[in-house]
């Protein structure tokens, strides 16, 4: 198994670029996430899913939007890129319920916005 | 909205000191998770505490939920090299659904 993967590893976006940040996972996991990191302020929930076609926002969701359409894919949007979004973002996944379950998160993705 | 706080944000200590870190949340969580973060890496999870006042070991790491399940330890005896990176707490919320993390205790340790 792959685990959880991400793509790209690092990019660098232009303020007002829009792109994609791909994630997938092949556990067969119901729940997925997108964080974001930033120095000192730990990791911040984006959005979350608790499976196909079921979104919700997290506690930064503004500036990202999400779909879920099949178990496997999870894949984050910046819709018009800032510089406030530079940041290393997550993608975890975990099966069953998120609280009671581990997360299995993948390498990261690096996005600097100039 | 839930909050998890977490001290101290760095540690420094010399190898073999004894090593801990603290999660305090405004609101009672429905369980805990610590998750490790080398320098460069992803967390990765450690552990789960889901009862009031649970204790947990792993060789020389010691984790614990407060009785009102809104604080929890991790205490790690003795630190080796091995052990530096960010240690993170994450409470679940009692809607379900999310996990909250804390800002991290960054964790190096001087041979």
């Known amino acids: 198994n792959a685990g959880v993967t991400q793509t790209p590893k690092f990019q660098v976006l232009k303020t007002g670029q829009s792109m994609t940040l791909q994630c997938a996972q092949d556990?067969?996991?119901?729940?997925m996430s997108w964080y974001r990191q930033d120095p000192g302020m730990g990791l911040r929930l984006i959005h979350y899913?608790?499976?196909?076609?079921?979104?919700d926002q997290g506690e930064v969701p503004n500036g990202y939007n999400v779909s879920r359409s099949t178990t496997e894919d999870f894949p984050l949007r910046l819709l018009s890129a800032a510089p406030s979004q530079t940041s290393v973002y997550f993608c975890?996944?975990?099966?069953?319920?998120?609280?009671?379950?581990?997360?299995?998160f993948g390498p990261g993705t690096r996005l600097t916005v100039l | 909205g839930q909050q998890v706080m977490q001290i101290p944000q760095y540690q420094h200590v010399q190898e073999g000191e004894d090593f801990t870190t603290y999660c305090n949340s405004s609101?009672?969580?429905?369980?805990i998770q610590w998750y490790k973060q080398r320098p460069g890496g992803h967390p990765v999870f450690l552990i789960q505490?889901?009862?009031?006042?649970e204790v947990k070991k792993q060789k020389r790491l010691t984790f614990q939920f407060g009785e009102a399940k809104k604080n929890s330890s991790l205490h790690i005896t003795a630190t080796q090299t091995t052990d530096v990176g960010t240690y993170f707490c994450?409470?679940?919320?009692?809607?379900?659904?999310?996990?909250?993390f804390g800002q991290g205790t960054e964790l190096s340790v001087k041979p």
């Open positions: 609101t009672t969580l429905s369980n």
């Open positions: 975890a996944s975990g099966p069953g319920h998120i609280t009671y379950n581990e997360q299995f």
């Open positions: 556990m067969n996991h119901e729940y």
């Open positions: 899913s608790v499976g196909a076609g079921i979104t």
């Open positions: 994450a409470g679940g919320d009692n809607q379900g659904g999310k996990l909250i």
């Open positions: 505490l889901v009862k009031s006042g």
